[in-house]
Nanobody, 126 residues
Framework: VQLQASGGGLVQAGGSLRLSCAAS????????MGWFRQAPGKEREFVAAISRSGGRTYYADSVKGRFTFSRDNAKNTVYLQMNSLNPDDTAVYYC????????????????????WGQGTLVTVSS
C-alpha cells in the first residue's frame, strides 16, 4: 500500500495550491480518503475527508469555503484544491485512507485512518 502526496510548496498569502495523493496497493474506490495537517509544534488536525464515491465531503471549519476535496477513482488519486491560503495553513499535509464508508462529519474527523502517506510541506508566507 502506498499513498504518495505531492503538490506542496511555498506560496504567498492569498495564493493557491493543489495537493495530490496517488494511491496504490488497495482497491481505491472502496476507501474513504482524508487530508490532515500538522503545523510545527502542534498536533495533527483534520482538514477534509471524502467518501468512497466522492459524493460526500467534509471540511474543518478553518478551511471550509477555501479548500475543495475531490477524487478521481479512475486515476486512484485525490486532490485538495487550496485557495485563499494564509500563514495559518502552513503545515505538513498528509493524505490517509480507510475502508469505512463515511456518512457523518463526526466519522470523518474521528475515524482512525488505516493507511497514511508521507506528507507534503505547504508553506504560506505573509
Amino acid at each position: 500500500v502506498q499513498l504518495q502526496a505531492s503538490g506542496g510548496g511555498l506560496v504567498q498569502a492569498g495564493g493557491s495550491l493543489r495537493l495530490s495523493c496517488a494511491a496504490s496497493g488497495f482497491t481505491f474506490n472502496t476507501y474513504s480518503m482524508g487530508w490532515f495537517r500538522q503545523a510545527p509544534g502542534k498536533e495533527r488536525e483534520f482538514v477534509a475527508a471524502i467518501s468512497r464515491s466522492g459524493g460526500r465531503t467534509y471540511y474543518a471549519d478553518s478551511v471550509k469555503g477555501r479548500f475543495t476535496f475531490s477524487r478521481d477513482n479512475a486515476k486512484n488519486t485525490v486532490y485538495l484544491q487550496m485557495n485563499s491560503l494564509n500563514p495559518d495553513d502552513t503545515a505538513v499535509y498528509y493524505c490517509a485512507a480507510d475502508h469505512i464508508q463515511l456518512a457523518t462529519a463526526y466519522q470523518a474527523m474521528s475515524v482512525e485512518y488505516h493507511y497514511w502517506g508521507q506528507g507534503t510541506l505547504v508553506t504560506v508566507s505573509s
